[in-house]
């Protein structure tokens, strides 16, 4: 196997990332729409206006909002009315996420297919727990792994090495990243948030989906966005990048008073919306 590349200094390479050359319109939107709402005279329909200005990225947030994620019970026509019945936040994210992932390579569709499964099923699991916050949580999961998809698209180098890991020495994802870069998609996934100013409500659950049991700003959102990415891997909807299943966290498990018997009704309520979301990966 080849030796990794010269990248063990994290603040150079913590610099290249945070240079997002690969990502240039996502930021531009995202800061719009972020600078327009901070004014109180700002209206949903000033903010809706100025997403609709992209019609391709309109079409596929209306997409997103009218798939199976939200199962509502009527049709979303609008941006300004996703962003009256979903809430700003949620559309914001529906913004970024599909932006961001329209970019992703070929090679990742699989990380795509996961993205939404993870989504979808933190969705349920809020919901299951009696959150009024479900929404929201489901952004979370959707973000969740978007470090990925800056490593991919910035070092490709390194993902290839990252990948060749994971095959030989059965890895998960995020350590086979931590051996060659000295770091992994989780925290990428952070710096990624801070340059983009998202709210520590979604930075959190991507900084430690996999250490949920540090999360103190939203832990029960990070604790679902965890338990959500292990359910939905091993049920096998989409690829995170390896084909290993970890264990769930005993700290996250109990946060969210979960019982063994509660996966039976939370997987039958997330299959069918599984099926139902399959042509979302035409996104990707």
Same mark, same amino acid.
């Given at each position: 196997?080849?030796?990794?590349?010269?990248?063990?200094?994290?603040?150079?390479?913590?610099?290249?990332?945070?240079?997002?050359?690969?990502?240039?319109?996502?930021?531009?939107?995202?800061? $719009?729409?972020?600078?327009?709402?901070?004014?109180?005279?700002?209206?949903?329909?000033?903010?809706?206006?100025?997403?609709?200005?992209?019609?391709?990225?309109?079409?596929?947030?209306?997409?997103?909002?009218?798939? %199976?994620?939200?199962? =509502?019970?009527?049709?979303?026509?609008?941006?300004?009315?996703?962003? !009256? !019945?979903?809430?700003?936040?949620?559309?914001?994210?529906?913004?970024?996420?599909?932006?961001?992932?329209? =970019?992703? #390579? $070929?090679?990742?569709?699989?990380?795509?297919? *996961?993205?939404?499964?993870?989504?979808?099923?933190?969705?349920?699991? %809020?919901?299951?727990?009696?959150?009024?916050?479900?929404?929201?949580?489901?952004?979370?999961?959707? /973000? +969740?792994?978007?470090?990925?998809?800056?490593?991919?698209?910035?070092?490709?180098?390194? =993902?290839?090495?990252?990948?060749?890991?994971?095959? #030989?020495?059965?890895?998960?994802? +995020?350590?086979?990243?931590?051996?060659?870069?000295?770091?992994? *998609?989780?925290?990428?996934? #952070?710096?990624?948030?801070?340059?983009?100013?998202?709210?520590?409500?979604?930075?959190?659950? =991507?900084?430690?989906? +996999?250490?949920?049991?540090?999360?103190?700003?939203?832990?029960?959102?990070?604790?679902?966005?965890?338990?959500?990415?292990?359910?939905?891997?091993?049920?096998?909807?989409?690829?995170?990048?390896?084909? /290993?299943?970890?264990?769930?966290?005993? %700290?996250?498990?109990?946060? /969210?008073?979960?019982?063994?018997?509660?996966?039976?009704?939370?997987?039958?309520?997330?299959?069918?919306?599984?099926?139902?979301?399959?042509?979302?990966?035409? /996104?990707?």
């Amino acid at each position: 196997m080849a030796s990794p590349p010269d990248i063990q200094d994290r603040t150079r390479a913590k610099k290249e990332v945070r240079r997002i050359k690969n990502l240039p319109t996502v930021p531009g939107i995202v800061a $719009k729409i972020s600078r327009i709402v901070e004014n109180p005279e700002t209206s949903v329909a000033d903010v809706g206006r100025l997403i609709s200005q992209d019609q391709v990225l309109s079409a596929k947030v209306l997409r997103m909002a009218n798939s %199976a994620f939200f199962g =509502m019970s009527r049709k979303i026509s609008s941006i300004p009315q996703a962003l !009256i !019945i979903l809430g700003f936040e949620v559309v914001k994210g529906l913004v970024l996420t599909s932006s961001v992932f329209d =970019m992703i #390579q $070929k090679s990742m569709a699989g990380l795509w297919e *996961h993205s939404i499964g993870c989504a979808a099923a933190s969705g349920v699991i %809020a919901t299951y727990l009696g959150r009024d916050d479900a929404e929201e949580v489901l952004v979370a999961g959707l /973000l +969740h792994d978007l470090g990925k998809v800056v490593l991919a698209l910035n070092l490709p180098a390194e =993902m290839s090495l990252v990948r060749e890991k994971v095959a #030989q020495d059965r890895l998960y994802f +995020h350590e086979a990243e931590t051996q060659v870069l000295d770091f992994d *998609h989780a925290e990428i996934g #952070q710096w990624l948030a801070e340059h983009w100013n998202l709210p520590e409500s979604l930075s959190e659950p =991507m900084r430690l989906h +996999h250490r949920p049991e540090k999360a103190v700003v939203k832990p029960e959102w990070t604790a679902i966005v965890h338990l959500a990415d292990i359910i939905v891997r091993a049920i096998g909807f989409g690829n995170g990048g390896d084909l /290993l299943v970890p264990e769930i966290s005993p %700290a996250a498990w109990s946060l /969210l008073g979960l019982k063994k018997t509660d996966f039976l009704p939370i997987l039958e309520n997330l299959e069918p919306k599984l099926a139902s979301l399959r042509d979302l990966t035409a /996104l990707a």
